[in-house]
């Protein structure tokens, strides 16, 4: 069993929707990331948050830390936000273990 | 504006032949990092570096070398001991324990 678990692999939503990417891990961590990957393979960290929730613009992302559960949510979803979504916690010493990602495709 | 540099973009060499990816930062980081990601994996870590002149092995170091002579590079060299090279490679670097990971744009390297 993986130690970050993404749901669902894949994601295609309609433009407008609202959307919500779930990582679950198993290790106790120190912080958890949420990336974005575009096409070009570029990574870009949306998100570094070890309780409680953090808002950017349209996207949202909470934490569980009892749970060991978080939610990324897009609201208002728009193609530009079609991209493979990547959950990552850092475990005490602050090694990273990544999720294998989801990919969400946003139609117009 | 401060970051870290891959290049090249997209590398490809043939098989038996050592290639080194580059990775530069100009943000002063201590810590640097190799990744790895192959189709429907997640990223895993090659080697990494918490200091000038160190280095440690990462879950998948076979194959691949590394050197920090510069604190603002990290090369990472796939030698013909890589059974599986063709991959994407993503380097990253850290500042201190409570700050995130900074990314670059990555290498993907196709060996033929």
């Known amino acids: 069993k993986n130690e970050v678990e993404q749901s669902p692999q894949n994601l295609t939503a309609q433009e407008g929707e609202f959307i919500t990417i779930n990582c679950s891990y198993s290790v106790g961590i120190s912080a958890l990331h949420w990336l974005q990957q575009h096409p070009g393979g570029g990574i870009v960290s949306l998100f570094m948050l070890s309780s409680g929730k953090k808002k950017h613009g349209r996207l949202i992302a909470t934490i569980n830390i009892q749970e060991k559960h978080s939610s990324l949510h897009i609201t208002a979803s728009h193609p530009r936000d079609s991209a493979v979504y990547i959950c990552a916690v850092m475990e005490y010493g602050n090694k990273l273990v990544f999720g294998a990602g989801t990919i969400l495709r946003v139609k117009s | 504006d401060g970051g870290i540099t891959q290049s090249p973009k997209y590398l490809f060499r043939k098989e038996g032949q050592n290639v080194t990816l580059s990775c530069e930062q100009n943000?002063?980081?201590?810590?640097m990092y190799w990744y790895r990601q192959d189709p429907g994996q997640g990223l895993r870590l090659i080697y990494y570096s918490q200091i000038v002149n160190d280095f440690q092995k990462g879950d998948i170091a076979e194959g691949y070398s590394v050197s920090r002579e510069k604190k603002e590079s990290f090369p990472l060299t796939v030698t013909s001991a890589q059974k599986n090279p063709t991959a994407f490679y993503l380097c990253?670097?850290?500042?201190?324990?409570?700050?995130?990971?900074?990314f670059g744009s990555g290498t993907r390297l196709t060996v033929v």
């Open positions: 943000l002063n980081h201590d810590a």
């Open positions: 990253a670097s850290k500042d201190s324990p409570n700050y995130g990971y900074t």
